[in-house]
């Protein structure tokens, strides 16, 4: 494949609260909030980046109902649910679905409403 020199940046969440969101994920990722301002905040760590985007009006998908559709999820690679689990959902997440039918993933919803899933490694 040809180098088209461009690469990518990072994923960026609108949100009501980016400076809580952008805690969110730092916390549990264990990455760094290397940028902050009023309207926007990233974070960095190992293995890409996460930008959080003032949105004033964001309504939080209502997945998985459909009123609202999710437009993204992200899928965060866990070796175990043990541990994960409980710090998402100290930190704010909400368990979605966690059924026997796909036992390799379980999906939560963040703070903001945005669905992500802890995925088995090697699963």
Not at 72 to 100: I, K, M, N, R, W
Not at 109 to 118: K, Q, R, S, V, Y
């Amino acid at each position: 494949m040809a180098d088209t020199g461009i690469r990518w940046g990072m994923t960026v969440l609108d949100t009501a609260d980016p400076h809580g969101l952008a805690d969110f994920y730092a916390r549990l990722l264990g990455w760094e909030v290397v940028r902050s301002e009023d309207d926007w905040v990233s974070v960095r760590g190992e293995g890409g980046a996460l930008g959080f985007q003032l949105a004033p009006d964001h309504v939080p998908p209502t997945w998985p109902s459909g009123r609202v559709p999710q437009q993204l999820h992200l899928d965060l690679d866990v070796a175990a649910y043990e541990g994960t689990e409980q710090l998402a959902l100290q930190l704010g997440a909400t368990l979605v679905d966690d059924s026997p039918e796909h036992p390799t993933f379980r999906v939560y919803t963040d703070p903001a409403g945005h669905p992500f899933c802890l995925c088995l490694e090697g699963a």
